[in-house]
T-cell receptor
Framework: GNSVTQMEGPVTLSEEAFLTINCTYT??????LFWYVQYPGEGLQLLLK?????DKGSNKGFEATYRKETTSFHLEKGSVQVSDSAVYFC???????????FGTGTRLQVFP | GAGVSQSPSNKVTEKGKDVELRCDPI?????LYWYRQSLGQGLEFLIY????????KSGLPSDRFSAERTGGSVSTLTIQRTQQEDSAVYLC????????????FGPGTRLTVT
């Protein structure tokens, strides 16, 4: 079946450091790919998405590119802020129902 | 406008009791999803509604779990004879239609079975 694998956390960075959170997927067909974020005490929010190969999703300085050849969707940000501290989930959407298959989540902690 | 709402926000129940969890999706959203977030299992899909029908119930963990949706709006997830392993945060999400891809999540119901 379809699955998502993402790097385990926590990821601990200083403010203004470069962030990469790795995500790879296994899927039949051509799923859409997502990054969701869960800030402390808040619900899940869509951060960015990409619906086909080579698409780049971007939002709030975060970027991820849908790489079909490596089945990856790594999340990057050039300069993190303390306010980016949260849990980040990579997910894919199955094409028949749009249900989301999530990775295990990666906690990011950014210190001043 | 109003987002997805869920009630109750917290529920503590004794093992063996039945519980009902409610989800109010964003008005006009035809697709509705239930997920469960637990320490051991991460975020996992439970059931998907399109309108009032549930074409995908594949994530329901046992026959103690059931869900319905009425009027193409409110949905209720029922867990019968609760067990300690049912303790989790139950999340509801809705989207405009299938194919629109973006799902909007509610704040969740934290269920604790003692």
């Amino acid at each position: 079946g379809n699955s998502v694998t993402q790097m385990e956390g926590p990821v601990t960075l200083s403010e203004e450091a470069f962030l990469t959170i790795n995500c790879t997927y296994t899927a039949t067909g051509y799923p859409s790919l997502f990054w969701y974020v869960q800030y402390p005490g808040e619900g899940l929010q869509l951060l960015l998405k990409a619906t086909k190969a080579d698409d780049k999703g971007s939002n709030k300085g975060f970027e991820a590119t849908y790489r079909k050849e490596t089945t990856s969707f790594h999340l990057e940000k050039g300069s993190v802020q303390v306010s980016d501290s949260a849990v980040y989930f990579c997910a894919l959407s199955e094409s028949d129902t749009d249900k989301l298959i999530f990775g295990t989540g990666t906690r990011l902690q950014v210190f001043p | 406008g109003a987002g997805v709402s869920q009630s109750p926000s917290n529920k503590v129940t004794e093992k063996g009791k039945d519980v009902e969890l409610r989800c109010d999706p964003i008005s006009g959203h035809t697709a509705l999803y239930w997920y469960r977030q637990s320490l051991g299992q991460g975020l996992e899909f439970l059931i998907y509604f399109q309108g009032n029908s549930a074409p995908d119930k594949s994530g329901l963990p046992s026959d103690r779990f059931s869900a319905e949706r009425t009027g193409g709006s409110v949905s209720t997830l029922t867990i019968q004879r609760t067990q300690q392993e049912d303790s989790a945060v139950y999340l509801c999400a809705s989207s405009w239609d299938r194919g629109s891809y973006e799902q909007y999540f509610g704040p969740g119901t934290r269920l604790t079975v003692t």
